[in-house]
């Protein structure tokens, strides 16, 4: 299927491993034009060769940490004029409350939460101007389902829900769209690790932790690239009226409720 996003220019923050590199493949494979923002600069030069060589597309990158003072401007004049922001950075410790003291809870926050916070502040601002756009939320399932043993996630994730629908809501007017994704499981190396923090705590050997992971819907969590495909489809205009609304990748977990 051709979404129409040839020459489209796209931002992915958190861009050079797991879900955040199959998102820029994706649009890579689309014909899109990519900014690539990430902490590790050699992680970035390899995935934006890699890019290069494989869908002859426009990579550009920038290492940069984004809760250094001055770091969302420095990534507002290297991509500027993007037409897709993809807010992906980010990651939230597990643990209950005890587990996740303040300093913890404050850096996953500044880098996730307030991270995509003035990350779209500053793009949203651009894009109005050009009366176009699109911003995706790459948030987590978690903020639907609220877990006493990532309760730092669960909370951070459902202000960055609240935060999407409360500006999509009304960004049309803007000619932006504002959509949220919430994946469930996703085999990343991220989610390995949460899981063996929790099998040594429950099984008492991290290396378990298989164990825990075959409780998901058809035995393992999703792969990325059950999920990555969204966030093209949802950039392009074959899905122009989504806004303010939030798309759960789950296998059906949040769904699968009972009292």
């Known amino acids: 299927m051709d979404l129409g996003l040839k020459g489209t220019k796209v931002l992915v923050t958190g861009a050079s491993q797991g879900i955040g ?3 820029a493949q994706e649009f890579a494979a689309e014909g899109a034009a990519l900014w690539l923002v990430s902490r590790s600069d050699e992680k970035l030069a390899a995935l934006a060769d ?3 060589k494989h869908h002859g597309t426009s990579v550009h990158t920038l290492a940069v940490d984004l809760t250094e003072p001055g770091a969302v401007e420095r990534v507002a004049a290297f991509a500027g004029d993007v037409d897709v922001l993809v807010n992906n950075a980010g990651a939230i410790p597990g643990g209950n409350l005890w587990d996740v003291d303040e300093a913890k809870w404050r850096a996953g926050w500044e880098l996730k939460v307030f991270g995509y916070i003035n990350m779209t ?3 949203y601002k651009l894009m109005a101007a050009r009366h ?5 939320n790459n948030i987590g399932n978690g903020g639907e389902n ?3 043993d990532y309760i730092a996630g669960s909370t951070g994730n459902a202000a960055l829900m609240a935060f999407t629908r409360a500006l999509g809501g009304k960004s049309l007017k803007d000619g932006i769209r504002v959509v949220g994704i919430n994946p469930g499981p996703v085999d990343t190396d991220r989610i390995r690790n949460l899981w063996k923090k929790r099998a040594q705590d429950r099984l008492g050997d991290a290396e378990r932790y298989a164990e825990l992971m075959g409780n998901y819907p058809l035995g393992r969590p999703a792969s990325v690239a059950e999920l990555s495909g969204l966030f093209t489809f949802l950039a392009s205009d074959r899905s ?3 806004s303010g609304s939030i798309v759960t990748v789950d296998g059906g977990i949040t769904s699968n409720r009972s009292v």
């Not at 176009?132 to 995706?136: C, K, M, P, Q, Y």
Request: aromatic residues 20%; positive net charge; without cysteine.
């Open 21 to 23: 590199e199959g998102i």
């Open 50 to 52: 890699r890019l290069r």
């Open 121 to 123: 502040r500053a793009f």
């Open 132 to 136: 176009r756009g699109v911003i995706l």
């Open 146 to 148: 609220f877990d006493f």
């Open 240 to 242: 122009g009226y989504t």
